[in-house]
């Protein structure tokens, strides 16, 4: 089992432009979340996938920012039209939930956004 | 937004003394994780806990949970420089998210 993979590590983008984040998550996990980290805070939830359903989006989360998980495997998170403010840490987890009390977060290792 | 406040937000200390960070909320959660997270990677999971007063210990690593499943703390006995990161609480309710705390730099000096 290789854990969660994320890709890019990092990246540069001028204001304006769109990205796209991908992860993969543990294989077998039903349960993928995207999370958003700024220095030195905890991750703020973004939203969360239970197999190919997107079942929760935050209230923060600007129409800017659209993810998927298409097949139930992989995802990636867009964001349209960067501002400085998107300037973050973009962490995913995945987790393989028997039960809600006894589910366990598994994350990857994040992809730098920065925003010129 | 975040439910979950930690204090200290940020803690110098020497190698061998203790230590504790507390977790604190006005949420009932069903359940309480504590993560640790190093500079540039991922959070990872070290506990846990469920019930209502629960102690578990991870070597020197000591969890409790509070009664009415509000508040947290860990605590970390004759503390050493590898136990330096960002030490995160994060709560689980009735829903799908996992609320996490403020976060709390742990430097442990050599």
């Known amino acids: 089992d290789t854990g969660v993979s994320q890709d890019p590590r990092h990246k540069i983008t001028k204001r304006g432009q769109n990205v796209t984040f991908r992860c993969d998550p543990i294989?077998?996990?039903?349960?993928l979340y995207w999370y958003r980290q700024t220095l030195g805070q905890g991750p703020e939830f973004l939203t969360y996938?239970?197999?190919?359903?997107?079942?929760?989006k935050s209230r923060l989360l600007s129409d800017r920012f659209s993810a998927e998980r298409p097949k139930g495997s992989f995802s990636t998170l867009e964001i349209q039209r960067t501002e400085q403010g998107d300037s973050a840490m973009y962490l995913c987890?995945?987790?393989?939930?028997?039960?809600?009390?006894?589910?366990?977060?598994?994350f990857g290792s994040g992809t730098q956004l920065s925003v010129l | 937004t975040q439910l979950l406040e930690q204090s200290p937000q940020f803690l110098s200390i020497q190698e061998g003394e203790n230590l504790t960070v507390y977790c604190n909320s006005s949420?009932?959660?069903?359940?309480l994780q504590w993560y640790r997270q190093e500079p540039g990677e991922g959070p990872v999971l070290l506990v846990t806990?469920?019930?209502?007063?629960e102690v578990k210990k991870l070597k020197r690593l000591t969890f409790q949970f509070g009664d009415a499943r509000k508040d947290s703390s860990l605590h970390i006995t004759a503390a050493q420089p590898g136990d330096t990161g960002l030490y995160l609480c994060?709560?689980?309710?009735?829903?799908?998210?996992?609320?996490f705390g403020t976060g709390t730099s742990l430097t442990v000096i050599p």
């Open positions: 949420s009932v959660f069903s359940s």
């Open positions: 806990v469920v019930t209502g007063g």
């Open positions: 996938f239970q197999n190919e359903a997107q079942l929760e």
């Open positions: 994060a709560g689980a309710n009735t829903g799908n998210q996992f609320y």
């Open positions: 294989s077998e996990h039903n349960r």
């Open positions: 987890a995945s987790s393989l939930a028997v039960s809600r009390v006894n589910e366990k977060l598994f």
